[in-house]
């Protein structure tokens, strides 16, 4: 039975979320969260703390071992993903873009994976296009429309995948990683689109270790230990500045480097610090 | 940026809610077999690679269990009863009992593979227009015997007990055989089967192919899953058998030019690397009492298999 959550602001709710890979291995333990719409959030921890797969979870790809999910009150789970009218209220609102763009894009050209989440929601072929169009504009893709995917660049491939997803106007966008293996004016190109897809009223949910990411976007941040486990939310400012809690989950580290004679030591987070300590 | 946002991202989707009772979704098998053969593999993997638990057969050296798995195989192939085989089988699932290993698990994926590989494969020689002999159960007369070129087809259709014990006996070799590889798979950690089978002067440039298919299979599945969920996401309504297939096509298409990229990559890497045709492993241990004991206990054993039946 659906459970209306009181305060009908939060768009996605985990409750003491836990989940092992291949029924062994721990890959998420007792995750609490709340986001609230048209927020924007970040999911921050080290290599292999269970980040894609939290997101994955929110995106009700995979199902929890314990726990609970809810999507504006309603929960996630296989069952309720089974169910037609569930599905599709969820699938609407939800969208994923992938890590790897290579598996997300499965359409013969770019027009054709823009308009697969349009027809897809039974929308006519005239407004399909037209939203395929309108993205395709706004991410600069028209010169690449007619073209099968493996015939990409790297960020023109991500931003097919962002397109992919935008086309369907999900109020909730979930972003495995996204400035990975991008250059650096295509990674700004992507926060740019981020802010104004957030001023737009999209719920933003961002799972990285791009701490430089973080804090443009000045997002809500929960940060991942190394043991599976929500460490501390707070806002992108207030976690960026605890360097004992960075240090503790291992996105920032000390090491030695030179100035011409003089050896420095300092925290290193491939990020802003830059505080010399001796 | 935000004045090229399009209008209609603009706009929030539709209601608040949705229609219930609208019915349940079915994915289409041929989707639904794709993620769970990945899933299998990468179970299988991870299996494999916590044969460090401590058991029995886990503490035998890899060139003793290699050795025993030839051995025994041998034995299945050339038994030509029943109960032989039923004993064999008998004797390894003590093996797996001794060696710690989650034996619902173990044997289901062996009793699923035994039936398919063995079982439905076998079963059409049950039936007297291939094997001959005592019909046991009768399933169709026909008004006459019909005969085409070299094949004759009785009047009446059935199972015979010379058939069926074919079909029995095979399935159960398929099943010892399958047992035995995997006993010895999952006690196993690759590193040592390598070292073992080195030892054992398996040709280098066979050794190099199975160590760069094990690594890759595991890339492979995890590649496969990766785009089952991708294609979940974006489902939001019931697939169609038709769509089902032709993302399948694609998507095997699309294996297929990474794995030809990967290829090339992996294989400049290994000549970046200083490859050449020989593979050099090291940390060869030195075979204790121990293994020289259960290593001539298990040949004992085998020959007694041999013997009996």
Redesign the interface.
């Known amino acids: 039975m659906d459970r209306m959550r009181s305060d009908l602001e939060k768009i996605l709710c985990l409750e003491r979320v836990s989940y092992n890979y291949l029924d062994t291995i721990c890959a998420l333990s007792d995750i609490d969260l709340d986001i609230g719409v048209g927020e924007r959030f970040a999911i921050i921890g080290a290599n292999g703390t269970g980040k894609t797969t939290l997101l994955q979870m929110m995106n009700g790809l995979i199902y929890p071992s314990s726990g609970r999910l809810f999507f504006k009150g309603h929960p996630i789970s296989k069952q309720t993903l089974k169910d037609k009218g569930f599905l599709r209220f969820f699938r609407e609102r939800v969208g994923f873009v992938f890590q790897d763009s290579d598996v997300q894009l499965f359409c013969p050209t770019v027009l054709d994976e823009l308009l697969y989440g349009p027809l897809q929601l039974d929308i006519n072929e005239r407004e399909a296009l037209d939203r395929a169009f309108e993205v395709m504009e706004m991410l600069r893709l028209e010169n690449v429309k007619d073209r099968p995917s493996y015939m990409l660049s790297g960020g023109e491939k991500k931003k097919v995948a962002i397109g992919s997803v935008l086309t369907m106007n999900p109020e909730v966008l979930l972003f495995d990683e996204p400035t990975n293996g991008l250059d650096p004016k295509t990674q700004c190109f992507l926060v740019e689109l981020m802010f104004a897809l957030n001023e737009a009223g999209k719920t933003l949910v961002v799972a990285t270790h791009d701490l430089s990411l973080v804090d443009e976007l000045q997002a809500k941040v929960a940060v991942l230990s190394e043991e599976h486990r929500i460490e501390k939310t707070g806002g992108a400012s207030e976690i960026l500045e605890d360097e004992d809690l960075l240090l503790s989950v291992n996105l920032i580290h000390e090491h030695i480097h030179r100035h011409g004679e003089i050896a420095h030591k300092h925290i290193h987070s491939h990020y802003l610090f830059h505080r010399h300590k001796e | 940026?935000?004045n090229?946002?399009?209008?209609?991202?603009?706009?929030?989707?539709s209601p608040?809610?949705?229609?219930?009772?609208?019915?349940?979704?079915k994915i289409p098998f041929i989707e639904k077999g794709i993620n769970y053969l990945a899933g299998v593999i990468?179970?299988g993997y991870?299996q494999s690679e916590?044969s460090f638990q401590y058991g029995f057969f886990q503490k035998v050296d890899a060139r003793v269990k290699i050795l025993f798995l030839l051995f025994l195989i041998i034995i299945v192939s050339m038994k030509k009863d029943l109960l032989s085989e039923i004993y064999i089988w008998i004797f390894v699932f003590l093996l797996s009992l001794l060696s710690r290993l989650n034996i619902v698990a173990f044997y289901k994926k062996i009793f699923f593979l035994g039936l398919i590989f063995g079982f439905l494969i076998a079963l059409p020689s049950a039936f007297n227009f291939i094997t001959r002999g005592e019909m046991i159960i009768s399933i169709v007369k026909l008004p006459r015997s019909y005969t085409f070129w070299v094949y004759h087809l009785p009047a009446e259709i059935g199972i015979t007990k010379e058939g069926i014990y074919g079909v029995l006996m095979l399935t159960m070799r398929v099943i010892n055989s399958l047992s035995l590889s995997f006993l010895v798979l999952y006690t196993t950690p690759f590193p040592e089967i390598l070292r073992a089978l080195k030892v054992l002067r398996v040709p280098d440039t066979f050794l190099i192919i199975i160590a760069l298919c094990y690594k890759y299979i595991f890339l492979f599945a995890k590649?496969v899953e990766?785009?089952y969920?991708?294609?979940?996401?974006?489902?939001?309504?019931?697939p169609k058998n038709r769509e089902a297939r032709e993302?399948i096509i694609?998507?095997m298409a699309?294996i297929f030019?990474?794995t030809q990229l990967r290829c090339e990559e992996v294989y400049g890497a290994m000549i970046g690397r200083g490859f050449s045709d020989r593979l050099k492993l090291y940390g060869f241990r030195k075979m204790g009492i121990r293994d020289w004991c259960v290593g001539f206990s298990l040949f004992g054993m085998g020959v007694l298999l041999l013997w009996i039946g």
């Open positions: 940026m935000a090229r946002i399009p209008p209609f991202l603009l706009n929030t989707s608040g809610s949705f229609k219930k009772d609208m019915g349940k979704v990468k179970k991870a916590l590649t990766n785009m969920l991708a294609k979940k996401s974006r489902t939001v309504r019931e993302w694609e998507r699309f030019r990474r």
